[in-house]
């Protein structure tokens, strides 16, 4: 989902948190963006509160979870790359079983939900929080592939991260990294998807 479907900068809350704390915005990025706190929080072994407890704790913030989580969750804004896709994945849903494969958090998630019409062309979505497991472990594309009722041979993947990709071509996925509209157009075409 992340800079595909919808764009996102985990930069716009490190600085804004970084008003209530005396770390630095690039400190606040470093020390819980993709760490080993936000992973638990994404494969819904923390509650909310859980994880906003430990990062008041680790950053000695000045907020309480009412203030904090408007700050963690406006980092994301629609794009004419996204529209495109967006528009792209109408199209395949009419021919094909779509689904949205996502390492999210639970507040992300209903604040994507809640502020953007971008999840409601898609049937099928599967998030990391749900799960119980982040890309690119086996088991979160083994459960999309269920979702599906598809084989790894007869589904196309796309992602923007290539270490995600790779995670889907070890379990026989086709996987194409994210890097345009028309090169995914152009890779759909190329493994034989009809647009």
Known sequence: ???????????????????FTNKTGQEIYDLFFDSKLTSLFEEGKISPQQFFLKVKEILNLKLNFD????????????????????????????????????NINILHFEYIKKTFPVLNNFPNIITSYEAGFR??????YRIALKVLRVSAENCFYTDDRPELIEGARKLGIEGFVFKSVEQLEKDLLGSGVII
């Not at 890309?135 to 979160?140: F, L, S, W």
């Open 1 to 19: 989902m992340g800079n595909v479907i919808i764009d996102f900068n985990h930069r716009i809350a490190a600085e804004r948190i970084s008003k």
């Open 67 to 102: 203030e904090f989580v408007p700050i963690w969750n406006e980092i994301f804004f629609l794009s004419e790359k996204n529209t495109a896709i967006y528009n792209l994945a109408c199209t395949l849903k009419s021919h094909y079983r779509i689904a949205l494969l996502s």
């Open 135 to 140: 890309k690119p472990h086996p088991e979160i």
